[in-house]
C-alpha cells in the first residue's frame, strides 16, 4: 500500500479492517471469559472468541486474495487481441477476472458483518472495562463490510451479466443495510457504559 501500484487496494485494506474488528472482540471475549463465575456467559465469550478468531484469519487471507483476485483481471487485459478468437477469448477472461475480483471482497463484507455480530454478543457479555475496544473493532469491521462493497460496486460497472449484477447489487444493499443496524446496536451499547 502506498506506492505506485494499484494493488494491494481498498479492496485489501478492508479484509485488514475486518480482521482487526474480529480480533478486538476475540480479545475482549477472552480477558473475559472465565472471569466472571458464570458458566454459561463463560460458554458464550468462548464460543465468541473462537469464532472471532476463525474470522480474523479468514480476512486476514483476504488481503492477498484480493490483490491476487486483481491480478488475474489485470492478466486477462493483457491478453492479445488481434483476431476476433483473440478478442473473444481476452473478453471471457476479462468477465470471468471481474467476476472473481467481485466475490473476493463480497466475502470480505460477508465475515466482516459476521465480525459486528460477534462484537453484539461480546459487547453485552464482555468486561466492562475493554468496553471500548469493542466499539472500536465494530467499527473497523464495518469498514471491512463497507470497503468490500465498495470493490463489489466499483468491479461490476464493466460486467455484463445484468442478472449478475442485479444480484450482486442488492446483496451489497442488504449487507449495508444489516451492518448499519448491528454496528449501531454495539456502539449505543457503548457510549451507555461510558457516557
Known amino acids: 500500500v502506498s506506492r505506485e501500484s494499484a494493488a494491494p487496494g481498498g479492496g485489501s485494506i478492508a479484509a485488514l479492517a475486518g480482521s482487526l474488528g474480529a480480533a478486538l472482540s476475540s480479545m475482549v471475549a477472552n480477558l473475559t471469559a472465565n472471569r ?42 493483457r491478453l492479445p487481441k488481434a483476431t476476433e478468437e483473440q478478442k473473444k477469448r481476452r473478453l471471457k477472461a476479462e468477465q470471468d477476472g471481474l467476476k472473481r475480483a467481485v466475490q473476493i471482497p463480497l466475502q470480505t463484507a460477508e465475515a466482516s458483518l459476521k465480525a459486528i455480530e460477534i462484537a453484539q454478543t461480546v459487547v453485552q457479555y464482555g468486561n466492562p472495562n475493554s468496553i471500548t475496544d469493542v466499539g472500536v473493532g465494530a467499527q473497523m469491521a464495518y469498514a471491512g463490510v463497507k470497503g468490500g462493497v465498495y470493490n463489489v460496486l466499483i468491479n461490476l460497472k464493466d460486467i455484463t451479466d445484468d442478472a449478475f449484477v442485479k444480484r450482486m447489487k442488492q446483496t451489497c444493499a442488504l449487507l449495508e443495510e444489516k451492518a448499519a443496524a448491528k454496528l449501531n446496536t454495539v456502539l449505543q451499547r457503548v457510549e451507555a457504559k461510558i457516557l
Not at 61 to 76: H, Q
Open 36 to 77: 466472571r463465575g458464570s458458566e454459561a456467559v463463560d460458554a458464550v465469550l468462548n464460543q465468541a472468541a473462537e469464532k472471532a478468531q476463525e474470522l480474523k484469519f479468514q480476512l486476514a487471507n483476504g488481503v492477498d486474495a484480493d490483490t491476487n483476485a486483481f491480478n488475474v483481471y489485470m492478466e486477462a487485459r
